[in-house]
């Protein structure tokens, strides 16, 4: 049996991220989708806690998945898991040299885990978080960049912004 680790910051989760956690969940027996939670870095637009549930509630159709958060290096947290797979995602070659260099540290700290890249789907490439809550903030339409729940999620946050600072 097959344990894979998806771990990101999905902050929040888009359809590209879907879409890959959608494949893998087709070539390992469980798939986990593991939110960083890294009280020291930047702040997230989103809690952990909202950031799960949002996973939670896009993956409900896929029985194999399910979601986590971790506070450690991702290979020990996989190690935890007994997971012998790290998913990641290739958009573009932007991506690929990041992705490339955290395999080879993974591999260094972790001989026994092997990285998955899946590459993006064509209509996805461009699809970042980032890009999304950037089109979000200035009340831009991201109903096809993710799901319906996390689109209005968005739509609170940065409605609630803008009253805040009438
Ligand atoms: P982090 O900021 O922790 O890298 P992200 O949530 O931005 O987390 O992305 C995590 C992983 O998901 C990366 O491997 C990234 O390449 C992949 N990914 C992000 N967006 C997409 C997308 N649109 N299509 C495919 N993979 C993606």
Redesign the pocket.
């Known amino acids: 049996m097959t344990i894979a680790v998806y771990p990101?910051?999905?902050d929040p989760i888009?359809n590209?991220?879907l879409?890959?956690a959608q494949r893998a969940a087709r070539l390992f027996d469980t798939l986990i989708l593991a939110v960083?939670d890294r009280p020291n870095h930047k702040t997230p637009l989103f809690s952990t806690e909202e950031r799960i549930a949002m996973m939670r509630e896009a993956v409900a159709h896929l029985p194999n998945v399910r979601v986590d958060a971790f506070r450690t290096l991702a290979v020990e947290y996989a190690d935890q898991q007994q997971a012998t797979v790290l998913v990641?995602?290739?958009?573009a070659s932007t991506?690929f040299e990041h992705?490339f260099q955290m395999a080879h540290i993974n591999h260094r700290l972790a001989a026994d885990i092997e990285t998955v890249c899946l590459m993006?789907d064509q209509q996805?490439t461009f699809?970042?978080?980032s890009a999304v809550k950037e089109i979000a903030a200035y009340g831009g339409d991201v109903t096809n960049l993710v799901p319906p729940h996390v689109a209005a999620a968005l739509r609170r946050v940065y409605d609630q912004r803008k009253e805040a600072t009438r």
């Open positions: 990101a910051s999905f888009t590209g991220h879409d890959v960083a990641r995602g290739l958009r991506d992705e993006a996805y699809l970042s978080s």
